[in-house]
């Protein structure tokens, strides 16, 4: 059963940094092309950033150049270091994996800036 678990949410000031990790279980994480996407209320879920199964990464312009995605693939782990957080970057954080049709999400992680 493929399962991701996302953690690293929690409440920041403006201009700082947070790093959100998810753990895949029951998938090869290296075949998968892996994504970070949020939800704020009221809004739709959007695409952050992804990283291609050849570690490829693609950013929305609203992030590039203050987060960064990554993987291990040996940890089955991914990464989302977020630098010079905004209040605008408050939403549900959620992990999303891709692979030959196939298509799972984890639970999310709150993250919240704010003063």
């Known amino acids: 059963q493929v399962q991701l678990v996302e953690s690293g949410g929690g409440l920041v000031q403006p201009g700082e940094s947070l790093a959100l990790s998810c753990a895949a279980y029951g998938i090869m994480l290296k075949f998968y092309t892996m994504a970070w996407y949020r939800q704020a209320p009221g809004k739709q879920r959007e695409l952050v950033a992804e990283i291609s199964s050849g570690d490829t990464t693609n950013y929305v312009d609203f992030v590039k150049g203050r987060f960064d995605i990554s993987r291990d693939n040996a940890k089955s782990t991914v990464y989302l270091h977020m630098n010079d957080l905004k209040p605008e970057d408050t939403a549900v954080y959620y992990c999303?994996?891709?692979?030959?049709?196939?298509?799972?999400w984890g639970q999310g992680t709150q993250v919240t800036v704010s003063s």
């Open positions: 999303n994996g891709k692979w030959r049709g196939f298509e799972d």
